[in-house]
């Protein structure tokens, strides 16, 4: 019987690093999918990721109620399916509309565009949905603190492998840009997430997960989890959190796609590679070093470097130029990137202890209240939409070095939240059944 027990945990923890990286396979493939419609119309460059991160803003606190209405395993089966729906979309969107005009003028806007960002908003609902199950069931499957973190940070890694596959296949795919690229050019990659979705369904539909959100079907919320300071400025912090991580390399892929080399897209998706990259070797140290050097110790020392670098990136001479790597790796005969990408991806190293890192730190000591934070943190994800898309239209305005400027500011508010705003000042309000969920779960 002791044996049984023992199990049911390695099994769960297996299933949810499989959803960590199916939440970044889904996710990543926004940006640049958004650059092949940026390139026919200017405004849509981000369109798709600001529809993919929307759906955070109705879907979270929903996808949170979910969770205790219908357990842990339930939900992940309705978010794969639908995640399946919103992908099958943006497939027809490569296939139907084209030809159909919705709104004229020098630049009329087709059907087929209008397919695909409904496409992104359904996946956007899987990703929410998905992302509600995987982050607070590892959290306690880990027991909560540096363990909880540790957890988060080990699934955290597998989902920046599939987020840096994503962008470098697109690009690869793609090649360079121009006005007759369509979504037919990345349909292999759509079908490929179809069927992922579809054998994941399979797979966990066979697989036992234990539900402690079973123990908070009946049970009375005495307060909200934003009566805990600690959890309200952390779901600020999340909020900015996403802005960074998608427009950091979303806004870097833009800017390179432009430029005049061959094959500036495979370039592009290559250096947002790099970033995520990046992440996925961030994340892997960090689930090694979580059970001994404290979770904020590592978003104080994460968020200052990654404000230097990103402080240096703005500074630095665009005419300092390097050959990437990948130039030489695509058979590129010339061009040349800003040397301000390298500082800008080396930042993955920085933001990837961060999802986790402010999850942790924002539901310490929350106990049955843990359920209705995620969702809450699930609407704030809708930062990741907002931001880059402001960013985009600074970016378009300005200059893309001066959008930057919105990454710096959001991470000097993430470095204040690691040194102040963390401290959990409300440690009086009742959670009774935190101890108790976490017996059940050993």
């Given amino acids: 019987m002791a044996q049984t027990t023992q199990k049911r945990p390695i099994v769960a923890i297996i299933t949810m690093f499989f959803i960590f990286a199916m939440i970044s396979f889904v996710t990543n493939m926004a940006a640049p999918f958004g650059n092949i419609w940026g390139f026919r119309y200017a405004w849509a460059g981000m369109a798709g990721n600001l529809m993919n991160f929307t759906a955070y803003l109705f879907m979270g606190i929903p996808a949170g109620n ?45 059907l087929n565009l209008f397919i695909y960002l409904l496409g992104a908003l359904v996946c956007g609902v899987c990703v929410c949905m998905l992302n509600t199950v995987v982050n607070p069931m590892l959290n306690l499957l880990g027991g909560g603190g540096n363990k909880g973190n540790q957890l988060i940070q080990t699934g955290g890694a597998l989902n920046s492998l599939s987020g840096t596959l994503t962008p470098m296949f697109v690009g690869v795919l793609v090649g360079t840009l121009t006005k007759e690229t369509t979504m037919a050019s990345v349909a292999p990659l759509v079908v490929t997430g179809i069927v992922i979705f579809v054998l994941a369904f399979i ?66 998706g ?43 990136a703005i500074i630095l001479p665009e005419e300092v130029t390097f050959q990437s790597p990948e130039i030489s790796a695509l058979n590129i005969t010339s061009g040349e990137v800003p040397m301000k990408t390298l500082f800008l991806f080396l930042c993955g190293l920085c933001t990837s202890v961060m999802w986790g890192g402010i999850f942790n730190l924002a539901t ?58 963390s401290k959990n000042v409300n440690q009086d309000i009742p959670v009774s059944l935190e101890e108790e969920m976490k017996e059940e779960l050993v």
């Avoid at 027809?92 to 806007?109: A, Q």
């Avoid at 959890?231 to 430029?259: D, H, Q, T």
């Avoid at 960013?391 to 690691?418: E, H, K, P, T």
């Fill in 270 to 312: 290559s250096l947002a590679a790099l970033y995520w990259l990046m992440m996925l070797i961030g994340r892997f140290l960090s689930s090694v070093i979580s059970g001994k050097i404290s979770t904020r110790i590592q978003l104080i020392t994460a968020s200052a470097v990654a404000i230097v670098l990103v402080l240096i």
């Fill in 66 to 110: 979910m969770l205790i209405r219908y357990g842990y395993k339930k939900t992940a089966l309705i978010a794969l399916a639908v995640g399946a729906i919103g992908l099958a979309i943006q497939l027809l969107s490569s296939v139907v509309g084209d030809n159909v005009i919705v709104i004229g003028g020098e630049n009329p806007t087709t």
């Fill in 203 to 268: 797979i966990i539909s066979f697989v036992k997960i234990q539900e402690p959100q079973a123990n908070l079907s009946n049970v009375k919320y005495e307060h909200s989890p934003l009566s805990f300071r600690h959890c309200k400025l952390g779901i600020l912090a999340i909020f900015f959190y996403v802005g960074i991580e998608i427009g950091i390399p979303g806004e870097m892929n833009a800017w390179i796609s432009r430029e005049s080399f061959e094959g500036a897209a495979a370039v592009a």
């Fill in 364 to 421: 310490e000591g929350l106990g049955k209240y843990t359920a209705k934070a995620s969702g809450l943190f699930m609407t704030m994800v809708v930062g990741g939409g907002i931001m880059p898309f402001i960013q985009d239209w600074i970016g378009r305005s300005v200059g893309y070095v001066s959008s930057y400027w919105l990454i710096f500011a959001m991470l000097v508010y993430i470095f204040y939240y690691a040194i102040i705003g």
